[in-house]
């Protein structure tokens, strides 16, 4: 496939910090880690209040294009001859899981929303779990959104997380998953926001991202675990700290949460839960950076 060149860059702050300048760069072999997956330029850093981000990274006009014409060639996980359908419904049934035993009153969850959702085939499975619900689907791809209204038969809300669909669904989602997602949003605190917004009153979201203190690093068809793991697509790379602090800002909670197979999950809702903050978060990120990345980081 040919690669994508349309692009524009920005510099975006820190959303937890409100920092919007001194961030560290971090390296490789003692120089900027630059090249990520598919051979696209990132420009990874870390912020002293602990988050990983991309800075600069592309604009939202760029992943805009980029999400609707390149994406899929490059990501869908439906269209991968070792994955497939199967493997997106295996991992639905991985977040039913985890979801069920902190969702209340499952009889009267009415409709859900996968955010993300691809083709719409997780969805199916929610559906089969909770017959009477009504399914939805946001997703930027074309041909995955023809399949979501068509085949799947799912309501496609809009192709953006950040389009003009809230006026219509405040208060309406009962469940919204939002599977590797969060990584994506270029304004988390914002995007979330809007998403509690649409949650019924006693709705949960779930989410689940890489876990940067914890990062896969033993890969099956890389020799080089962060030409994987960072790529332009993920402007942010979460931990369980960065990522909680990211919900509470938007005024979600996590009710239950858990650390697997390098990964952080939580099925976050509006009730509020105290937690224990974490006091150098930094000088932890910092030691996870020098362990598995070749040559020095800055100290």
């Not at 349309?6 to 560290?24: A, F, M, N, R, V």
């Not at 399914?135 to 950040?162: F, K, Q, T, Y």
């Not at 914002?190 to 949960?204: Q, Y």
């Not at 800002?249 to 390098?262: F, H, I, K, R, S």
Request: aromatic residues 12%; proline residues 6%.
């Amino acid at each position: 496939m040919e690669k994508f060149t349309d692009i524009q860059w920005e510099e975006p702050h820190c959303h937890l910090c409100g920092e919007t300048k001194g961030y560290l760069t971090i390296l490789l072999h003692g120089k900027p880690l630059r090249k990520g997956q598919f051979d696209y330029d990132v420009h990874p850093v870390i912020c002293r209040c602990g988050l990983v981000f991309l800075s600069p990274r592309w604009t939202g006009e760029t992943y805009g294009k980029f999400y609707e014409k390149y994406y899929d060639d490059l990501y869908r996980l439906e269209l991968k001859p070792d994955y497939g359908v199967e493997g997106v419904v295996k991992h639905m049934a991985h977040v039913w899981e985890r979801s069920k035993p902190g969702l209340e009153n499952l009889d009267r969850i009415q409709n859900i929303i996968d955010v993300g959702c691809g083709s719409g085939h997780g969805l199916i499975y929610l559906k089969e779990q909770i017959p009477g619900a009504i399914i939805h689907g946001i997703e930027a791809s074309p041909e995955c959104c023809r399949i979501l209204e068509n085949d799947v038969g799912a309501v496609l809300v809009d192709s953006d997380v950040d389009g003009p669909w809230l006026e219509t669904y405040k208060g309406k989602f009962d469940f919204i998953v939002m599977r590797h997602v969060v990584e994506h949003l270029l304004s988390p605190i914002e995007t979330l926001s809007r998403l509690k917004t649409a949650l019924s009153p006693d709705g949960h979201i779930y989410i689940a991202v890489p876990d940067m203190i914890h990062p896969r690093v033993i890969l099956r068809d890389y020799e080089n675990w962060w030409e994987y793991y960072f790529r332009a697509v993920h402007p942010y790379y979460y931990c369980r700290e960065t990522l909680f602090s990211t919900l509470e800002a938007a005024g979600l909670y996590p009710q239950v949460w858990g650390e697997e197979n390098e990964e952080i999950w939580c099925l976050a809702g509006t009730q509020k839960v105290e937690r224990k903050k974490h006091k150098d978060l930094f000088s932890e990120q910092m030691a996870v950076l020098k362990k598995y990345l070749p040559g020095p980081q800055n100290a």
